[in-house]
């Protein structure tokens, strides 16, 4: 064994995380670090699925919306999501993607300022959802977008109506301090829509505490909720009777089955909720969350921080640029390298059993969740990683493909 062979082995006989594994479902031999992109099965969402499906659906039919639960299901989900975000119940609703309810709460954001008043201010470097949806927002609404790399500075600037960012950067791994940049936004008369996509369920949050106003994240990257698993938005108690939402489906409506011909929204979350929502989708999404009933964030935070760290040296030993902070409090739980031929790299590194994900032009990208990622896992995909560069393999012609689209 390699001298970080045999550091991975003891920290992981001293990890607290390291029988959470086995309620995953994960192939053996398979190195998987890209559960910031499609988090790992969870064991119980298969059969759950299956219950819904061949049950539910097959026997109770309609009668599921009452018998079932899943009229429910919106808000019910939204609060057992609330809990990992530091949410105290009644603020969360589940339900369509992250690039809806994005627009959704950013146009309700907007409005809550008077016509022409203020810009959105947003991160230029972000996901490209969240960037088109606020120019989209902005032209809609007759709004100045302001994309920065520095929302301290956007904030003095200028008049600010709304600042939409993301806790963690999608591409560099970059943690931003959600409750010093709420505050600094509220001093400047701002509002906040914060995205938690790459942050919720990787490490502690705490919306309620931090006076967050708005809030949505994705629930099938670190929440394992599956495939296109529904996002869920969450709005401050204090905002909620005079959110004005754009999105009024019938669903939101406060007597919806009156099936009145004016739309009056509902008291509370319920406002939050569109039309029908994908019913298969969000009850694999409340079986993958049984994982989450009994974990402590901060234990996951703090092995997920010792993981990073064991990446980032053996990455920085090998000679790899590392694009993501250094310091623990301003990175979440992926960590980028910048590699010319990140495309060909890692596919060279799938065929041997490593699964990360590239973000151009060359971004390679490896996510850890504390739950299934060993230090083992990190210590083999490090030698691999090595031998791909080293040996030149990945410019093997095979490997001039774009390796997966994740
Ligand atoms: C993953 C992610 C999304 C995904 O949006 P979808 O509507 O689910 O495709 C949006 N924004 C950020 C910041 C993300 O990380």
Known sequence: MSAAELDAAELDAADPLANWRARFVLPDGLIYLDGNSLGALPAPVAARVGDVVARQWGTDLVRGWNDDGWWQAPERIGDRIGTLIGAAPGQTVTGDSTSVQLFNALVAAVRMWPEGAGAIVTDAGQFPTDGYVADSVGRLLGREVVRTGDPYEALRGGEVAVLAW???????????????????????????????????????????????????????????????????????????????????????????FAMEAGYQAADGIARGRIGTPPMLSMLALDAALDVFDDVDLDVVRAKSLRLGEFFIAGAGEAGFEVITPREPERRGSHVSLRHPDALPVMAALIEAGVIGDVRPPDVLRFGFNALYTSFGDLARALAILGEVVESGRYREARFQVRPTVT
């Open 166 to 256: 993301s806790t963690v950067d999608f591409r560099t791994g970059q943690r931003w301090d959600m409750s010093g940049l709420t505050a600094a936004a509220h001093a400047a008369g701002a509002v906040v829509v914060w995205d938690l996509c790459h942050a919720v369920g990787a490490l502690p949050l705490r919306v309620d505490a931090d006076d967050v106003d708005l809030a949505v994240g994705c629930t099938y990257k670190y929440l394992s909720g599956g495939p296109g698993s529904p996002a869920f938005m969450y709005v401050a108690r204090r905002h909620q009777a005079g959110l004005d939402l754009p999105l009024t489906g019938w669903h939101g409506h406060s007597r919806p």
